[in-house]
């Protein structure tokens, strides 16, 4: 498999978001605006890579009984750095995401490519694993966003450019739920073309 492919099927064909459907529930509650989505997308490639590269080096060492709790530690760990980083410097986004972050643990997105990837390729291949599938998630979650602040608040990142209020349920759970279902026929028919 190229470089260039390890980055790309995050994307398109191994999309997190709209083909794999995984990590549902930071997808439906931090996507209320396109800020919010951006915000928890970076947050996650930032584990996602991290605890790729970690997982890479040490899944030749780890026996086989262990390496699930083991890579749960990895991830933990960057989680927590994650955690002490967004409070000391954008104490707003930390406010903002809150209890999201501590989740991104348990995300599955990140346990799973450990599982399927990083414990079985290179540091190199591993890292860039975690970049392309943390592009797809970001890009997922900040194209859910972008479309519910239109819906919800005629905004697009804060800036308003429709007079009035929006549609409210395109900012609470049910407008998720059917912003993600119809992005996730239009991507499916898109990626199949």
């Known amino acids: 498999m190229s470089k ?3 980055i790309t099927k995050g994307l398109l064909k191994e999309n997190p978001t709209f083909v794999l459907v995984l990590g549902m529930c930071p997808t439906l509650a931090t ?3 396109a800020m919010n989505g951006l915000e928890m997308g970076l947050a996650t ?3 996602l890579i991290l605890s790729n590269i970690v997982i890479s080096l040490i899944a030749p060492v780890v026996p086989d009984k262990v390496h699930i709790p083991v890579y749960i530690v990895v991830i933990a760990t960057f989680v ?9 410097y954008t104490p707003a ?3 903002t ?3 999201f972050i501590p989740l991104i643990v348990v995300n599955c997105i990140i346990l799973g490519r450990a599982e399927a990837f990083a414990n079985k390729n290179g540091v190199w291949d591993s890292a860039l694993d975690g970049i392309g599938i943390g592009l797809g998630f970001t890009l997922s979650l900040t194209v859910i966003g972008i479309v519910r602040e239109v819906l919800g608040s005629g905004a697009i990142f804060g800036w308003k450019f429709i007079s009035g209020d929006g ?3 395109f900012v609470m759970a049910p407008g998720a739920f059917i912003v993600l279902g119809y992005l996730m026929v239009l991507f499916n028919k898109i990626a199949k073309k």
């Open 4 to 6: 260039l492919s390890l």
């Open 45 to 47: 490639m930032f584990v």
């Open 80 to 88: 927590t750095v994650l955690q002490l980083l967004m409070q000391a």
């Open 167 to 169: 549609m409210l349920a």
């Open 93 to 95: 986004v930390y406010k």
């Open 31 to 33: 996507t209320t605006s």
């Open 97 to 99: 995401l809150g209890l």
